[in-house]
């Protein structure tokens, strides 16, 4: 099977799930700027998502420089091909990455 067959539904699902995402929130904001006596809430809401953004910017941070510290050991080994011990290297640096993120995060939230 062609990955092009593979990949573009995927990516398309991907998209509209955005999209819904997107406009969703967009009709939330617009409900609560509508409501009266909202202001405050609207305001925790706010500082919650830009909190929420940085986290998330943090946690990818961490887990792409993660991944990218397992493909640099599979190449200082001189793997080359796809093997279980690969696949193990990847997903042992990407959970250190997603726990060095929980001890960062652990006292701030």
């Known amino acids: 099977m062609d990955m092009q067959h593979v990949l573009v539904p995927i990516a398309?699902?991907?998209?509209i799930a955005y999209l819904f995402k997107a406009?969703?929130?967009a009709v939330m904001r617009e409900r609560?700027?509508?409501?009266?006596?909202?202001?405050?809430?609207?305001?925790?809401?706010?500082?919650?998502?830009?909190q929420q953004q940085r986290l998330s910017s943090l946690r990818w941070g961490l887990l792409l420089l993660a991944l990218g510290g397992g493909f640099?050991?599979?190449?200082?080994i001189g793997w080359v091909e796809l093997s279980t011990g690969g696949l193990a290297v990847l997903l042992a640096c990407t959970g250190l990455g997603h726990l060095i993120f929980y001890v960062l995060t652990r006292n701030k939230t």
């Open 12 to 15: 398309l699902f991907a998209c």
């Open 23 to 25: 406009v969703l929130d």
């Open 32 to 50: 609560m700027l509508r409501e009266p006596g909202t202001e405050d809430l609207l305001r925790a809401t706010m500082k919650e998502e830009r």
């Open 72 to 76: 640099t050991i599979i190449h200082a």
